[in-house]
């Protein structure tokens, strides 16, 4: 995994406290790089696709965690929550969730084909996502090594009639290699290619009836 690349110049690190109960700093390593993308991208299996590739599911607005829906790299220590200073994503971090779950139903063997509202009117279903967590957690403190979590809550209706097909809830979870802002985002490739490739294969699973809700 080739992880989140650096795109701009070199700046100290610092974190700005912006919620729950006070300021804090952290200082992840300082690294000459500003912006970072999302690499998050499972390989292509090898196996021959299933039946559910035939199938078109529509992809619903997702609904993203508001502190986390900027371009912001949010970090959570017990009741705190800050960003880091002097370093952001390349986009906002709704639109590289986007990116990265298109591409895990890409390169997933058994999911559907995802499209956009209006794109295909013989879609079988319609995907809702919410994402509650895409933080950096300092669960043992702040001068600690942290990881990156996502958890990601998943609807899958029918098309025709708004039937309830499943409901899953799908959690992503890896430890950084160290408190560097590189090592960090890496940790956010690990962890949202562990959610978003079980979501994709859950939803071919369940569309294509073999899935539970």
């Known amino acids: 995994m080739t992880g989140m690349r650096n795109t701009a110049a070199a700046a100290a690190l610092a974190l700005v406290a912006v919620s729950l109960g006070g300021c804090f700093s952290l200082f992840p390593k300082a690294e000459p790089s500003l912006l970072y993308r999302l690499d998050a991208n499972p390989p292509a299996a090898a196996t021959a696709p299933s039946p559910a590739k035939g199938i078109d599911v529509i992809r619903a607005r997702i609904e993203f965690n508001r502190a986390a829906a900027t371009d912001r790299i949010l970090t959570v220590t017990g009741g705190q929550a800050a960003y880091i200073a002097g370093s952001r994503w390349v986009s906002p971090a709704p639109v590289l969730f986007e990116e990265a779950l298109e591409r895990a139903f890409a390169n997933s063997p058994t999911a559907p084909r995802l499209t956009q509202l209006g794109g295909a009117s013989g879609a079988r279903a319609v995907l809702r996502l919410t994402v509650d967590n895409f933080e950096t957690r ?76």
Request: charged share 20%; proline share 3%.
């Open 138 to 213: 300092y669960d043992n403190g702040p001068e600690t090594i942290p990881s990156a979590y996502v958890r990601v809550r998943a609807e899958l209706l029918d098309n025709r009639t708004r039937a309830l097909l499943g409901y899953r809830v799908f959690e992503g979870r890896a430890n950084a290699s160290d408190n560097r802002v590189s090592a960090i985002v890496q940790a956010y490739d690990a962890a949202t290619t562990q959610a978003l490739s079980a979501l994709a294969d859950w939803t071919g699973a369940t569309v294509t009836g073999a899935g539970t809700a």
